[in-house]
């Protein structure tokens, strides 16, 4: 059945600090594009595949995503997610939801059990509870927040995944608990088809960094454009993306892969937590560049 090469990529986050070592996170990153290419081999869908791996990472502590999620400036976790099905282009997301284990199953409910894109606050609480999705008992006793750990004044450490499968369909997933110390019901990037997150039949996309310039810059959706237009590849779309980010003031990172396996991962802060796993069977994770 497998005729195309499969690949992957995820990433835990754009906001790394020069010197803090995440041999933790890279080593957890590196086993999960082992599960992806394991699951991949095995035929599994790449939508399917996206949601497993960010689900893994949510419930991992290790991100600013779930568990490991900032606290707004009230001291709630309300989270973003959004996964993207590139072969029909169905999407779902949810923005700002409050006390739920993993968002990107609810944000894939969002996808399948209704007939809208983006749910926000209240109403993905009770879509999610309403399809028995696993509540957060006590906010305060289970979020860890990452960030918090870290002493920094800006928490970016979403996580996101895109995918190939064998049968050539890409998909992609990003899971955010936003940046430390938010405004309550700021939403970020994430959720937003286009900004942060985007799959189509020729390219999955994922993106961290300060969301608001990615936004601006409409940066998921433009390295699909880049890509379907102009014919870059991946890796000159999410570069130029990132320049526009840039322009505007901000940083982070970009995940791609392309319809036929090639995969990208730029960023332009000082450093992404990624994993690859390359069409030829690699796989490769860190930090930094060299
Ligand atoms: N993009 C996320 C946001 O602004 C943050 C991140 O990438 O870590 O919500």
């Given at each position: 059945?497998?005729s ?12 790394v600090?020069?010197?803090r ?29 996206v949601?497993?791996?960010?689900r ?10 779930g ?21 029909c282009?169905?999407?779902g ?8 284990v993993?968002p ?10 209704t ?8 109403g993905?609480?009770?879509l ?26 800006i ?41 942060g ?6 390219v ?37 993306a990132?320049?526009?980010v ?38 490769t ?6």
């Amino acid at each position: 059945m497998a005729s195309s090469p499969v690949a992957l990529v995820l990433h835990g986050g754009a906001g790394v600090l020069a010197r803090r070592s995440y041999d933790r996170e890279v080593e957890h990153l590196h086993s999960l594009a082992e599960r992806g290419r394991t699951l991949l081999h095995d035929g599994m869908s790449a939508i399917d595949v996206v949601a497993d791996l960010t689900r893994a990472m949510e419930v991992s502590g290790l991100y600013v995503a779930g568990k490991g999620s900032a606290p707004n400036v009230e001291g709630r976790y309300e989270l973003d997610a959004a996964i993207m099905d590139g072969p029909c282009r169905m999407a779902g997301a949810v923005a700002a939801l409050e006390g739920f284990v993993s968002p990107i199953d609810a944000a894939r409910m969002v996808m399948e059990k209704t007939p809208h894109v983006l749910l926000a606050g209240d109403g993905a609480a009770r879509l999610a509870r309403k399809n028995g999705l696993e509540e957060v008992e006590d906010p305060d006793s289970y979020y860890k927040p990452a960030a918090v750990a870290d002493n920094r004044a800006i928490a970016t450490g979403t996580v996101g995944a895109v995918a190939l499968d064998a049968e050539g369909r890409l998909a992609a997933a990003t899971s955010t608990g936003g940046t430390l110390k938010k405004t309550p019901g700021r939403v970020g990037d994430c959720p937003l088809i286009g900004s942060g997150t985007w799959a189509d039949t020729e390219v999955a996309v994922s993106c961290t960094g300060q969301g608001e310039y990615f936004i601006r810059s409409l940066a998921a959706g433009t390295v699909a454009a880049r890509i379907r237009y102009l014919q870059e590849s991946p890796d000159e779309a999410c570069r130029w993306a990132l320049k526009d980010v840039k322009r505007l003031g901000g940083d982070g990172g970009i995940i791609a892969v392309g319809k036929d396996g090639r995969v990208a991962f730029p960023w332009n802060s000082e450093g992404m937590k990624h994993a690859v796993l390359h069409p030829d069977g690699r796989i490769t994770a860190g930090v930094k560049a060299g």
